[in-house]
């Protein structure tokens, strides 16, 4: 379950023209709550214009700082980002939930690991980054990196600053789809990209481990390439920012009602929903307490599991088919397709 705490803003940092690091100082009784691993994800909630919104961002500190940073970029119609990245300023307060996530890197001693990232998609790789290089000094970083341009890239001096404070062990490459930059390679991060990396830069190189982060399109190519070039699925790692529609799952939403009871906090409620309508939508409309951050399947908050009945997803890019078996859901995605369906959030 999501808990959320109060604390301030100690420092809204400009990272790009669209983009934002915002920095908490977490008071020292709530630090043990806000422990984390390198890869995790804070919620932020905040009322905007009378609304409550929630909305999951990647943490891109270390997890031996004495601080939280989360960066935050701006997207077209975006409630959340908008606001953060035009409104938030040093000393406003802002509720922030403990850390979550299962895309994570724990480091080991003499591992070599590499990792993709687009745009914003570099937050979660960036505290890997700083984890890997504070507190595994016999391990190695390479990181492959796109953007549009040098100026839409997020955290480019602090990534130049880590790349010279350590040239042994941070190998740092740029890749820009709208400007040509001597020594980056032009173009979006593809098969053609992670090849040139895998066979021919690194070609000596055994990877241990990779991390994505990005679209989807990126993923699920740089996921083939690294499988065909030898990666174990296991040792392949990624987190999605965006997800697309699973079109087969949603021809089985029907018109229609279900009995719906939900056990939330060791109490059960019952009552009737469309099957039109996601649980975790409904279970709100309930006045259920529901945890809940991104809306949008790429986060872990809203995780439940079926006890009876049945429930499809839209999307899902965090569950994996074993965990689908045992009947969990991500209740913002799930729709029930059955009369009665009995929904846990106590025991995931």
């Excluded at 043990?32 to 905007?48: D, E, M, N, P, V």
């Excluded at 975790?280 to 006890?307: F, H």
Aim: overall charge negative; proline content about 3%; hydrophobic content about 35%.
């Amino acid at each position: 379950m999501s808990t959320f705490h109060k604390v301030h803003i100690e420092e809204v940092i400009r990272e790009t023209a669209d983009a934002v690091s915002l920095l908490f100082k977490i008071p020292g009784n709530l630090k043990s709550k806000f422990a984390f691993h390198a890869g995790q994800y804070l919620t932020l909630k905040k009322t905007i214009n009378g609304k409550e919104v929630r909305r999951a961002y990647s943490i891109c500190s270390s997890p031996t700082d004495n601080y939280l940073k989360v960066a935050i970029k701006a997207v077209e119609n975006g409630t959340f980002s908008t606001y953060a990245t035009s409104e938030l300023k040093s000393g406003n307060f802002i509720e922030i939930s403990e850390p979550e996530g299962k895309f994570i890197l724990e480091p080991k001693p003499h591992k070599n690991y590499i990792a993709f990232a687009a745009g914003s998609g570099i937050t979660p790789i960036m505290s890997m980054i700083k984890d890997v290089l504070e507190n595994e000094t016999s391990s190695t970083f390479t990181l492959i990196y796109g953007n549009k341009t040098v100026a839409d890239t997020i955290f480019k001096n602090e990534l130049d600053a880590l790349k010279e404070a350590n040239p042994e062990r941070l190998n740092l490459h740029y890749i820009y789809s709208r400007e040509q930059i001597e020594g980056s390679l032009f173009g979006r991060i593809d098969k053609a990209h992670t090849n040139f990396y895998i066979n021919n830069s690194y070609k000596s190189t055994n990877f241990d481990a990779a991390y994505l982060c990005g679209p989807e399109t990126m993923i699920n190519e740089v996921s083939k390439t690294l499988s065909e070039r030898g990666f174990a699925d296991e040792n392949i790692h990624f987190e999605l920012f965006t997800i697309s529609f699973d079109e087969e799952a949603a021809s089985e939403i029907k018109e229609g009602t279900t009995e719906i009871t939900v056990l939330l906090d060791d109490e059960e409620t019952t009552f009737t929903m469309q099957q039109t309508d996601n649980i975790l939508a409904a279970s709100l409309r309930n006045d259920l307490d529901a945890p809940y951050s991104c809306q949008g399947g790429v986060c872990s908050s809203c995780m439940c599991k079926v006890t009876e009945g049945k429930a499809v997803m839209v999307k899902n890019s965090i569950l994996t088919d074993s965990e689908i078996e045992e009947g969990l859901v991500l209740a913002c995605q799930a729709y029930p397709t059955t009369s009665k369906i009995k929904i846990d959030f106590d025991d995931v």
